[in-house]
């Protein structure tokens, strides 16, 4: 089968190797002893990398699915999965701003908690904590993030940033920033509506005046009220946001406010589509707002309550049908609440300025609203 040349090449070879093997048996019987002591060594250092592959392959086996965000879209809702078999550890956020600007810190915060297996800690003395009886995070009075808990700062406040969906949740965590993207609650969105549920006192004087409203809608128009749907009165929020933004330092910033252009147009989108439709103002000018608006053309009436206990405005604006909104974040979750029809002010922020830099549509505005 092999010529004679290859045959003699295995040959020699075979014997060099069985020259070695007496060799090799005289120096596993010298170092025996050093061996197994090596082994024993391997072994051991083997043991806690084992036990730490198996504890991972039982904890993937357990652990919730990934979640995964499409952009643009909106995401399944994933209120009712259960993250709490290892939510050992809490997150929290020190609260800023007024009460929009404070919804979107517990939404996110929440959502976060949920999606990273931690536990939302929340300040009892904030506006948010004040406004809502019954979110499900602990409260407390003395909130201490100090040495043990780490912090994460957000990158951008109106963007999403999707490291914070892999937070460690085997430590406390402190969010730093306003965190005002719908992407980071979406996945619970169901859950974080029966949270933000306003006192019975506060519903009931709103429905009592949206009752009001429509009532005197129905008497100027038709001169009855119907008890059938033949006169279906629909309510479209508006909130105009002026005040601070048009201060010098915001202006450079990139703030700015809706003009009347705006809202005229905004306002005959909502008359061309719907036969009866009351508007509900909000502001913070209503001297603006009664100066600019044709309350000729449309059928408007004002917000009665009081500026200093805004839960009441936003009660409003989350009962309305749909919602018109302008600049701010009050008037964002107003709409969010209603959950009908929104338009918002595309021309917000400034181009070209600080704060647009740190702006993103989709990740700030609802992909379904409409902007004018």
């Not at 404070?102 to 948010?128: E, W």
């Not at 005046?209 to 129905?218: P, R």
């Not at 049908?321 to 964002?332: E, K, L, M, P």
């Not at 107003?334 to 300025?353: F, H, K």
Request: charged residues 20%; proline residues 3%; hydrophobic residues 40%.
């Amino acid at each position: 089968m092999f010529n004679q040349k290859t045959q003699d090449f295995v040959y020699r070879n075979m014997a060099k190797f069985a020259a070695l093997l007496p060799g090799l048996g005289r120096w596993w019987q010298l170092n025996s002893g050093q061996m197994v002591s090596l082994m024993v060594c391997l072994a051991i250092i083997n043991i806690p990398i084992i036990c730490i592959y198996i504890g991972y392959s039982i904890g993937m086996y357990f652990m919730p699915p990934a979640i995964h965000l499409p952009s643009p879209g909106i995401i399944m809702d994933m209120a009712s999965m259960n993250y709490s078999w290892y939510n050992t550890h809490n997150v929290t956020i020190k609260f800023l701003g007024g009460l929009g600007n404070q919804m979107f810190q517990y939404a996110s915060l929440y959502g976060l908690g949920k999606a990273n297996g931690l536990r939302p800690l929340i300040d009892d003395q904030s506006i948010v904590a004040k406004t809502f009886q019954v979110l499900r995070a602990r409260r407390t009075n003395e909130l201490d993030a100090g040495r043990d808990y780490g912090s994460y700062l957000e990158r951008r406040s109106n963007a999403f940033d999707q490291r914070t969906f892999s937070l460690n949740f085997m430590r406390n965590i402190r969010l730093e920033g306003f965190f005002q993207s719908w992407r980071y609650f979406d996945h619970i969105r169901s859950d974080l509506r029966k949270q933000f549920a306003f006192r019975t006192g506060v519903a009931k004087l709103v429905d009592e005046f949206l009752h009001e409203a429509g009532t005197n809608f129905l008497l100027k128009h038709h001169g009855e009220i119907r008890t059938d749907n033949k006169f279906e009165v629909k309510f479209v929020g508006v909130h105009i946001r002026r005040g601070d933004f048009l201060d010098g330092y915001n202006v450079k910033k990139g703030y700015t406010v809706a003009d009347k252009v705006y809202l005229d147009k905004a306002m005959r989108y909502y008359e061309n589509k719907y036969k009866m439709v009351v508007f509900v103002i909000c502001s913070d000018d209503f001297a603006w707002s009664q100066e600019n608006l044709d309350s000729d053309k449309y059928f408007i009436m004002y917000s009665k309550f009081p500026a200093s206990n805004p839960q009441f405005d936003m009660c409003l604006l989350s009962k309305c049908n749909h919602s018109i909104i302008t600049v701010g974040t009050f008037g964002w979750w107003g709409a969010w609440l209603a959950g009908g029809e929104t338009v918002y002010y595309r021309d917000y922020p400034q181009m070209q300025s600080p704060l647009r830099d740190n702006f993103r549509f989709n990740d700030y505005y609802l992909p379904q609203w409409i902007a004018m």
